[in-house]
């Protein structure tokens, strides 16, 4: 569909799921001028067993791709970054962004294959680009990610400012604050519209600063009678850079463990972003060469991911770390929703196998990526924007966001819960939303992009609660018989011997309704088979009160 | 097996699954009697698909059944009645417990149709009761549900206290609160050992009072413009009274939805826990006829439970209530952990259908059930026992308590950290673990009780992963051919068309594969089925990345 904007005005359209606005990609369109912000992929839930990640469906895009000037980063994070593979084989225009963001990137790229023929053009805090109608100036903020930038987007149509995922941090590592000088000057060109990120918007205060970790982690690690394992997030490469600082203060040995960590320190330490002193870093394979008290190890694992290093550690699995008691485990991040079982199982594991561990909120081992009410209020001051489209977060985020800003003064109608979708129109005038376009979520299981649908997925969760029942059936259609007896397997079902004695009685109580199917519908396949369906369901739930997927196979001779 | 205890020593043996120590199950053993506190269920884990629910292996019950002479019961929350079926099913003993947790026990039982030939016996706090050589005194404690006691448990060999659930609410509703000078008594009888509930050993400080939710929803009810729709536990009767109370106060009626809460306030008003006045309680079917100022619904659904009431309205599937703008709704309750990305689901939503949602901890609309740090700290001062066993936790609360404990002076030798089965054997020497009994979780699934192992999960998750594919060949085992071309089927693999044409290539590969089957192995039917699996499982690795379970069938002619 071609999008219809007055001609002149801007049109700021998030794209992707519906319960997380704005957050994975933000379109941006301006007369004939098209630019995405962000290219992220989500994690599935779990109403979607097997799938790998979720990607904003591109439809629109792909339909208006001439238009497409290029993609622009704001950091290097997955739900930022995630989704660009997918894009870049169906759009391929130039990506902006910042050193460590493309560094993540090209990594990414590669392996998929695609960093060949991909366009990427590094920018810095303080850049403005062109593209088309559009001005695009980066600025500075702090994230739990070095080299985040948010983006101030000029058009004629007037100034919208997308805060990326952003916090202040005055006592930021390697002084990566918000550039607040840069801010407040932005601050005076009339802003139009800000894309505020939302995700602390229920938190009261300001968020804390890196460097309180950083304190707390320096008395832990230096007090620790034994071995260090710390798993943190592995793109929080400023949090690595403390660890890395502390170690060295107290004479250890730094060993990183676990495939993104070892992943992204790699390109962080190439691109200047982590320095390792000499002599500090470990191969794991060394491990067992030095004390356990002159060491500390990095690690994965800190969401209680199933195949991570910590994970396999609290199972007993790990290839090259054993827990011992006596070490010390610090988990320096708070569970993502929905990880809170998978990292409380871990923690007890580590706990059982005699290891101390150190995890939020009961020691200050991890601070939020994301501004907190007060942090918010303070960058709506500095921006001052006429209209707020509260972005990165949930319904349950946008409604406190806009608490905070009626209390601040703007109006219900100055604030823009947008929908995935939704075409907000801004011009010398003023905003509204003014259409939609097609938005929404694809998902992806391996190979495949969009083959895993709700039927699919309704037909694992059925598979996942009560297995399957096959039911093969060979029949004589001349003579409508059967010309052996039923065959039933089951899956998932029970256990060997009760699936067996359950599914005993079966063949006969199939064969005698065909008997009557055969006298009165012949030996229409379709009749067969709803008919075995019906015997076996009624059967089996009689029996266990279960509803297993019944398959009738019927083969014809 | 037969338990050794040595005479004259009292044994305490927590039963159950491994991660929850204590919690569903306990049980005392002295010469020939023996006792069990408590008999309750575990809910499933995300690694149980399709299990409902989760109770404690008593085989080794069974095998001393002739000395097992009853079950006390704590109070009534199923992780400490649930399990009553299954066990009475198989051990008939006399059944002990408070009123109102009789009352809970007694539908449950009608409902299994087990009410008829249950021993129940009331008994009230304060009460001394004598089975074998025990004797048992019932004596108050503050919990979430009313009614609920801790249990003193005497012998010749020593004297051990179990807390049950517990905290203290010096403004408890109706009085509620720990009988203090009850326990100071106790304290004074040299205690041997204490099992205390330690679920909030990691948190700091005291829990707050049931009557700081009063003071919270009596504000929030007594502004709000609308209708108020409030979700708690269904048992938390204190907490309904307390909305009850409040919804007086402001001439609004009240409405009770949710088949568990409508259950629960029911028993409780027959027995005198809840009082509704005369004309304040309507039927779900008249809120129409009502202005929605002039309501509040109490209902079910705080945990994001799927089916349960709250989940449905979010869902705009409820029966009797649409959710509307300017609708309060109040999440009175706190996630059990795995609960949290359900319960977030629900809040998004709600808001998305422009409620208004109140929710902890934003909101102080919920207090703990249970005793925090300094809780634990003063029912320690109060009992002075001399060994510790902390119990309903996990393997971190073990070691908060542990810390916490050995800060107030007791010896690591004298906190004991059980596992499930370990037998802790009490006299008047002293306390030691001698041995282990057999110990562990059944599954129950439907009518089944048992039959879900380890087997049938792990097929369940596989299918539920990346479904099934079903290969179907009829063998001419003579001839060492296939009368007719193999046929494939999928479920839950992808969507129809694409697994379609997925599948097409694969009778062909098969049936190449086959030939050289049919001339090395003839027409061996696990040689076939074996390289059936192997052709369709590479087949679609190749295409699409995914392992769905294969399941290969193989008729002989």
Redesign the interface.
């Known amino acids: 569909m071609t999008l219809s904007v007055k001609p002149d005005s801007l049109a700021v359209i998030p794209l992707g799921g519906v ?1 997380e606005i704005g957050k994975n990609m933000t379109c941006y369109a301006y007369n004939d001028s098209m630019i995405i912000v962000d290219c992220g992929l989500k994690f599935p ?2 109403e979607m ?2 799938v790998d990640i979720v990607i904003p469906d591109i439809a629109f895009l792909e339909e208006n791709k001439d238009k497409l000037l290029g993609v622009f980063l704001t950091h290097g994070h997955e739900d930022h970054i995630g989704a660009l593979p997918y894009f870049l084989r169906k759009i391929n225009v130039p990506v902006y962004g910042t050193r460590l963001t493309l560094g993540f990137v090209s990594n990414k790229l590669e392996e998929h294959r695609l960093l060949g023929n991909a366009a990427l053009y590094e920018v810095a805090a303080g850049d403005v680009l062109e593209a088309g109608d559009f001005e695009i100036e980066y600025f500075q903020v702090a994230h739990s990610i070095p080299d985040t930038c948010g983006v101030v987007i000029r058009t004629p149509a007037g100034t919208v400012v997308q805060s990326a995922d952003f916090k202040f941090d005055a006592h930021a590592v390697n002084g990566y604050n918000v550039d607040l000088t840069r801010l407040a000057e932005i601050g005076k060109e009339n802003v139009a519209a800000f894309l505020c990120d939302t995700t602390n918007a ?1 938190k009261p205060g300001h968020t804390g600063s890196e460097k309180e970790v950083g304190e707390s982690l320096d008395k832990i690690i230096g007090e620790a009678g034994s071995r260090v394992i710390l798993a943190a997030f592995a793109s929080n490469i400023h949090r690595v850079q403390q660890v890395v600082d502390i170690a060295e203060k107290y004479g250890r040995r730094v060993a990183i463990v676990g495939r993104s960590m070892i992943e992204n320190c790699r390109i962080a330490q190439i691109l200047g972003y982590l320095a390792i002193p000499e002599g500090v870093q470990i191969d794991p394979a060394d491990l067992d060469a030095i004390p356990p008290e002159k060491t500390v190890i990095i690690t994965t694992g800190s969401q209680g991911e199933p195949l991570s290093a910590l994970t396999q550690m609290a199972a007993e699995e790990h290839r090259y770390v054993d827990i011992i008691p006596g070490d010390t485990v610090i988990i320096s991040a708070t ?1 993502i ?2 990880n ?2 998978a990292i ?2 871990t ?3 580590l ?2 196998l005699g290891a ?2 150190i995890y939020p909120p ?1 020691h200050t081992v991890h601070v939020s990526g994301h501004a907190n009410r007060e942090d918010i209020r303070m960058m709506l001051s500095l921006l001052k924007p006429r209209y707020l489209v509260p972005v990165h977060g ?3 985020h ?3 966001f806009r608490d905070l800003a009626e209390g601040m003064g703007w109006k219900e109608e100055e604030i823009f819960g947008l929908s995935a979708g939704d075409v907000l129109e801004i011009n010398e005038t003023g905003a509204s939303v003014t259409g939609r376009v097609p938005s929404g979520s694809v998902l992806v ?4 992009v969009g ?3 709700d ?2 997925l309704r ?10 029942i ?1 039911a ?1 059936l ?1 029949v004589d259609i001349k003579n409508r018989r059967l010309t ?1 007896p039923p ?1 039933i ?1 089951s ?6 011997d ?1 699936a067996e004695s359950l599914l005993e009685p079966l063949p006969e109580k199939i064969d005698e309704r065909l008997q009557v199917v055969f006298t009165d519908n012949g030996s229409n396949p379709e009749a067969i088979k709803s008919a075995v369906k019906r015997v076996v369901s009624r059967h089996v739930y009689d ?4 509803h297993p ?1 019944i ?1 009738p ?1 019927v ?1 014809e001779f």
């Open positions: 319960m839930s779990e067993p097997g229920e569970p929703p929905g809170e079982a409380i199982n923690i007890n594991r706990f059982a101390d561990v009961i949930e319904p349950r946008f409604h406190h299981d391996g190979l495949g083959d895993v649908e039927v699919v037909d694992r969760f059925h598979l996942s609660t009560d297995g399957v096959i093969v060979n052996q065959e397997f899956r998932g079902v029970a256990g060997e009760i029996k266990t009160h279960r997927l398959i196979i083969t």
